[in-house]
């Protein structure tokens, strides 16, 4: 199975701030990586596909980059609202996996 | 509006059995693979179970594999999952799970149900 590794597990960072996340892969998975955000007590919520492609309705702030084992994912300038736990997933191979998650929180 | 609302989680011993059911709306249930998706209390996600359109192909993590049965029924837009020989560690939040039928290949979770808890405890 394939393993995602991502970090760091939790930040604090202050509104307006650059966010960034990095998830690895145990092996190349091109660029079939997606990236969630959940909300305490919701259930996840798409936000990047295929590593880079912004899902509908999904504000600009939010980008996705990388392919092969490593990927990024970014939030430009960091709102109140994106206050969430982000958690990439590979679907490559089954069975499809997640990372452990990066807990945002506001400084 | 896509909506998954899924039923049936509660309350059961050790060994026992539960049937989950997800009741699909707003897009053409029968064009879409579905998933289900698990997370215990205070942790990250895990991946369950996943079932082709048709019905005609499913796949199970080797943690509920010859536990749990996925299956669908088109005509009700309906998805279950059948959860037998529980354990303490399925305790957790069950996602019912839309693919987008984005990509090539499914695995793209596109919406999400608000989820049922599945306690097993004595």
Redesign the interface.
Known sequence: DIQMTQSPSSLSASVGDRVTITCQASQDISN?L?W?Q?KPG?????LI??ASNL?TGVPSRFSGSGSGTDFTFTISSLQPEDIATY?C???DN????????TKVEIK | EVQLVESGGGLVQPGGSLRLSCSASGFTFSSYAM?WVRQAPGK????VSAISSNGGST?Y??SVKGRFTISRDNSKNTLYLQMSSLRAEDTAVY?CVKD?G??A???????????TLVTVSS
Not at chain 2, 44 to 47: K, S
Request: hydrophobic residues 25%; charged residues 15%.
């Open positions: 079939y997606n969630y959940q919701k259930a996840p919520k798409l596909y295929d899902e958690y997933q590979q679907y089954l069975p499809p996996a997640f990372g452990g998650g | 998933h990250g996600l895990e991946y796949y993590a080797d996602y987008g984005i990509a290949r499914p695995g793209v979770f596109d919406y999400w149900g608000q989820g």
